[in-house]
Nanobody
Framework: QVELVESGGGLVQPGGSLTLSCAGSGFTFKSTYMNWVRQVPGKGLEWVSQSNDFGGTTDYADSVKGRFTIARDNAKNTLSLQMNSLKTEDTAVYYC?????????????WGQGILVTVSS
């Protein structure tokens, strides 16, 4: 079955950096658009970033553009999110999310989520 496992979260000070990783299994990772989505505790979901199947095309929410970088290693079936210049408002649970073969394919599998806390 499809499995997505995030790692790398934790506590970081404002202005700091953190890298999240996601290991995917149970599907053809190299053929799949992958996403990061976050949820501030008690609030709704916010899409953060997307990578196309080979990583050559990426997209970002305006709130993270220029600070976050999505990348993937199809040989290892892993997705990453490098987060720089972190702000307190980036505090959230971050989810690795599987899309499909198109950029607008429905999201059909989610990781368990990992907490990122930005605080001094």
């Amino acid at each position: 079955q499809v499995e997505l496992v995030e790692s790398g979260g934790g506590l970081v000070q404002p202005g700091g950096s953190l890298t999240l990783s996601c290991a995917g299994s149970g599907f053809t990772f190299k053929s799949t658009y992958m996403n990061w989505v976050r949820q501030v505790p008690g609030k709704g979901l916010e899409w953060v970033s997307q990578s196309n199947d080979f990583g050559g095309t990426t997209d970002y929410a305006d709130s993270v553009k220029g600070r976050f970088t999505i990348a993937r290693d199809n040989a290892k079936n892993t997705l990453s999110l490098q987060m720089n210049s972190l702000k307190t408002e980036d505090t959230a649970v971050y989810y690795c999310v599987k899309g499909g073969i198109y950029w607008n394919s429905p999201f059909d599998a989610w990781g368990q989520g990992i907490l990122v806390t930005v605080s001094s």
